[in-house]
């Protein structure tokens, strides 16, 4: 368990007062650890339920948290700011009941909000699991103002509402925190499965396009879903119309063109997937949000065998993150492809420490040591990518099974 932080910690008793504001549904199981982590940083604790048949109520209330009931109407925007119209402090946090506050981001948090042109701190979010979009920027600290609320009734945001105040009042300011301020675990396989979001998203946010077809930040979200259901038509056609848009955000234009360049590859339009990839990486939006992007460009490369260029973007990549396992196995491949053994060895082993699971790094380490006539470190790397595929890909196992059988090898 994290050890929280407390008011020796940081000195005096801080001036602004902090409220928590969260709306949560059936969250018995994840609501502890979000609550706890900032049980000693707020000053007050808002929870809207909207429809809890759990312990949800219950739990929120043994931390402390003051409770209100509010009825679901299919709308994320409402529900917080009816947890902002109960909110008390200067200052409001936003988490859902799958993230925790990350303590350590504290002090940079305190002297930026003690600013008095400070209107809203800009976080940086961990998205637990993902490969490859290990990060994203969130406005989810923002000053108790009655002009600042949320918008659109699915990926809802606050930031409209800051940067319509900032254009008429023009002394107020946004800080953007440089560490990782939210850790979130929501986006899992089985959250997701859980909580049924992908079915939900696409009946709120198709609904609201239909009444704003100029949206183009729902363009790209409902278009990004609809990819990554392999609805690519529908897909394309959402997100080239919210590139029509032009929209001035880069976290949109980044968002629209990564997502293109998804479609595109998925298509077999690779000259436009580049094309996409390239443009989203020359937004003007942080390296480390980018992540994807180098990585699907270099793969990009890697398949026209364009391997200095592909080398380039993997390596630009573990700058950002080095713990990116995808990149280090893809530099693996890049390796092993131009015979580079020792290399490619490195390269999968480094794969391998960040995801053990991964049955096809343990397999192409097998090759490549077979390859280098480490015969004993090859047999054993293709009995644990074996074990792996029999457990999410039996066939696959088969298969590899049989392959070293033809060649005399007992596994």
């Given at each position: 368990m994290v050890a929280q932080p407390t008011s020796e910690m940081y000195g005096p008793v801080f001036s602004q007062k902090i409220s928590l504001c969260a709306i949560v549904k059936d969250e018995e199981?994840?609501?502890?650890?979000?609550?706890?982590?900032?049980?000693?940083?707020?000053?007050?604790?808002?929870?809207?339920?909207?429809?809890?048949?759990?312990?949800?109520?219950?739990?929120?209330?043994?931390?402390?948290?003051?409770?209100?009931?509010?009825?679901?109407n299919d709308d994320f925007a409402e529900a917080r700011n009816e947890s902002l119209r109960r909110a008390k402090g200067d200052w409001i946090l936003v988490l859902d009941a799958?993230?925790?506050?990350?303590p350590g981001c504290f002090l940079e948090l305190q002297r930026a909000i003690c600013s008095p042109d400070c209107l809203a701190v800009t976080l940086l979010r961990q998205e637990i699991g993902a490969q490859q979009n290990p990060?994203?920027?969130?406005?989810?600290?923002?000053?108790?103002?009655?002009?600042?609320?949320?918008?659109?009734?699915?990926h809802e945001t606050i930031d409209e509402s800051v940067a319509a105040l900032m254009a008429r009042e023009s002394h107020w300011t946004v800080v953007s925190?440089?560490?990782?301020?939210?850790?979130?675990?929501?986006?899992?396989?089985?959250?997701?499965?859980?909580?049924?979001?992908?079915?939900?998203?696409?009946?709120?946010?198709?609904?609201?396009?239909?009444?704003?077809p100029q949206?183009?930040?729902?363009?790209?979200?409902?278009?990004?879903?609809?990819?990554?259901?392999?609805?690519n038509p529908e897909g394309l056609a959402l997100l080239q119309q919210g590139l029509a848009l032009q929209p001035e955000a880069p976290a949109i234009a980044y968002e629209l063109h990564y997502h293109l360049g998804?479609?595109?590859?998925?298509?077999?339009?690779?000259?436009?997937?580049?094309?996409?990839?390239?443009?989203?990486?020359?937004?003007?939006?942080?390296?480390?949000l980018k992540l994807a992007a180098y990585i699907n460009l270099a793969a990009l490369y890697s398949d026209r065998h364009a391997w200095t260029e592909a080398e380039?973007?993997?390596t630009r990549a573990l700058k950002i993150q080095?713990?990116?396992?995808?990149?280090?196995?893809?530099?693996?491949?890049?390796?092993?492809a131009q015979g580079n053994f020792s290399a490619a060895i490195a390269a999968y082993q480094k794969a391998i420490a960040l995801q053990p699971n991964s049955a096809e790094a343990h397999q192409n380490l097998g090759v490549v040591y077979f390859k280098q006539g480490q015969v004993l470190e090859s047999l054993a790397a293709f009995q644990q990518a074996i074990a792996l595929h029999s457990i999410d890909n039996p066939a696959e196992a088969q298969r590899l099974r049989q392959t070293l059988a033809d060649m005399g090898w007992q596994v």
């Open positions: 199981t994840l609501l502890p650890r979000c609550l706890q982590s900032v049980q000693n940083i707020v000053d007050e604790t808002i929870v809207v339920d909207t429809g809890s048949t759990d312990r949800t109520v219950e739990i929120a209330r043994q931390f402390g948290a003051t409770v209100y009931q509010h009825a679901w799958d993230e925790t506050f990350i990060y994203s920027l969130i406005c989810r600290l923002f000053r108790r103002h009655p002009q600042l609320q949320f918008q659109r009734p699915y925190l440089p560490t990782p301020a939210i850790a979130h675990d929501g986006y899992s396989p089985e959250a997701i499965a859980q909580h049924r979001k992908s079915e939900r998203a696409e009946r709120i946010m198709s609904r609201y396009l239909q009444a704003h949206d183009a930040y729902i363009c790209s979200k409902l278009g990004a879903l609809y990819v990554s259901q392999g609805r998804l479609a595109c590859a998925a298509n077999h339009q690779l000259d436009l997937a580049q094309q996409h990839y390239e443009q989203a990486l020359a937004a003007k939006f942080p390296d480390v380039a973007l993997l080095p713990e990116c396992a995808i990149a280090h196995y893809n530099l693996g491949l890049i390796y092993k």
